[in-house]
Structure formats: C-alpha cells, structure tokens
C-alpha cells in the first residue's frame, strides 16, 4: 500500500512543473530598474494605465509616457501594434493595475514589464517626473 501513496504527490509534483513552465511569469521591475532601463534604451515604452485625472495629478506622470487607463486598454490595444518588439514598461499608483496590463499585453504577445509600487514608489525614491501646471 505505501508505494502507492508515494505515486500520487510525485505526480502531482510533476503536473505542477509542467504547469509552470508553460506558464511564463510576468516580469516586475522596480522604480529604479526601470529608470535605469530608460536612460540606457530609448527603445522602452512607458505606458501609465492611471485615470486622465491621475495622470495630471500631484503624482505627475513620467516623461514621454503614452497614457492608456486600464480600463479602456483592452479596446485600445491596436494603438500599441507598432510597439510589439520594444519593451513596455507598464505603471499607475501602486502596480496593481499595471500588473493587469502588463498581464494582458503579455497574453497578446507584447514584451511588457510591471513596475513594482508604481508612481508612488517612483516619487518615494525621488526619481524624475513631469507635472502638469494647471491654469
């Protein structure tokens, strides 16, 4: 009886290898990854998944971002056609939504990163943004 209850977990254990490695992992990045990824390849796209309103906020926006809310990425999607080849990377407030992005444009065959706590990480280690002056 014993070698049979060994069988199960080790199959179980291999089910979840191959499940795995079908499955590729999303790829996160900090703030700082991602700004020295930038200064380094002009190639990267910066999309903020944020509200129109976030984007123009006291949190500020990175420079040369294209702006796409996550709520409306999936219809908008053909924007980002001439992009596929080019690392995104994704970002809003706190990453959340990002990682949903990211995980969508992944599915769809664009190379796209998350960056890890988003805009509030960004400022919270004190890197550049630009601010929108409201008149």
Known sequence: ???????????????????????????????AEAYRMIEEDTSIVLLDVRTPGEYASETGHLKGTLLIPVQDLAQRIDEL??????????????GRRS?????????????????????????????PVVKEIQK
């Open 81 to 94: 056609d001439r992009y596929k080849g080019r690392t995104i990377i994704a970002y809003c407030r706190t």
């Open 99 to 127: 990682a949903q992005a990211a995980s969508l444009l992944n599915s769809r065959g664009f190379t796209t990163m998350n960056m890890e706590g988003g805009i509030l990480k960004w400022n919270e280690e004190k890197l």
């Open 1 to 31: 009886m014993k070698p049979r209850m060994t069988i199960f977990p080790v199959m179980l254990l291999s089910f979840g290898i191959v499940c795995t490695a079908q499955h590729k992992p999303q790829t996160t990045v900090t703030p």
